[in-house]
């Protein structure tokens, strides 16, 4: 159950949202602050937090805010705009909040239980799990089992669930329990084009070839890709994004033990312009 008043606090070690990683320090007072962009009372929060580290700074105080439902690029949004001075890190899959009984009060927001919610599932890639990721398949089994609990309990709290693919749509379908809630297909927008380059970018093949644009990680599955190839022996394939991850190193690995280097180009990140082009 969440800490109780009197007992060890929960230790963690979180992604910073800044940079680098925060943990609770031990031997000292601290305020471990849960806090999102969205919350209004947090704004008028923080100068107190800042107010509170300053005065109380000859004791040792330390403040750790703790971003808590919120997206990444609004919290650091937020967190600039209020010029938060201490450690702030991120609570990805809220199991600290959980540990320190952070939840909304339904007694105190009386109207909480009957705002509509529109649950929005962008995708269900551990679902297709890479073997990239060096774990058993039982082990995969149950790491899916476990997050699909979790997507559980906010489908039941949902009106209806929006998604951006017939195939995550038939994913949603097939795994969960919707009883009877809609499933939508909203599919992603596109930012405005930029201009093509004017010429064909050194790295493309002359060759018809097969593209994917995207960083090289394991739910994005390119490695599938490598099979569709070898039914198109007369293409080639671009596999484009940022390949210095230990799936993009996967990749290059798997396509030599295919036989397949000759034909498969990996240029790393390329530009709008290129994109275009392409």
């Not at 937090?49 to 105080?61: F, K």
């Not at 009386?110 to 995708?123: F, W």
Request: aromatic share 6%; glycine share 8%; hydrophobic share 40%.
């Amino acid at each position: 159950g969440p800490a109780e008043i009197g007992a060890p606090a929960p230790g963690f070690r979180l992604p910073g949202l800044r940079r680098g990683t925060v943990t609770l320090p031990p031997g000292r007072p601290v305020v471990v602050n849960f806090w999102a962009s969205w919350c209004n009372p947090c704004r008028k929060e923080f100068p107190l937090l800042g107010r509170a580290q300053r005065r109380y700074a000859e004791v040792g105080l330390e403040v750790i805010g703790v971003s808590y439902r919120d997206i990444a690029a609004d919290a650091r949004r937020f967190v600039a705009q209020e010029d938060a001075e201490w450690a702030v890190a991120r609570d990805p899959d809220g199991r600290l909040a959980a540990a320190y009984g952070v939840a909304v009060d339904e007694a105190e927001h009386p109207l909480a239980a009957r705002v509509p919610v529109l649950l929005t599932i962008h995708a269900l890639n551990f679902l297709h799990a890479s073997p990239a990721e060096g774990r058993s398949d039982e082990d995969r089994e149950r790491e899916a089992e476990r997050k699909l609990a979790d997507i559980q309990r906010k489908c039941d709290r949902a009106a209806a669930i929006a998604t951006v693919s017939q195939f995550v749509a038939d994913d949603i379908r097939a795994r969960l329990v919707l009883r009877g809630r809609p499933v939508h297909v909203v599919h992603n927008g596109l930012a405005a084009a930029a201009a093509a380059s004017a010429t064909r970018p050194p790295w493309a093949p002359a060759d018809p070839f097969l593209l994917t644009v995207g960083n090289c990680l394991p739910h994005k599955n390119f490695h599938a890709l490598f099979e569709l190839l070898d039914r198109v022996p007369e293409s080639r394939l671009v596999i484009a994004g940022k390949k210095t991850t230990p799936y993009g190193e996967f990749l290059e690995q798997e396509a030599a033990r295919r036989g397949r280097t000759p034909r498969v180009t990996m240029p790393g990140e390329v530009s709008d312009g290129d994109r275009q082009w392409l």
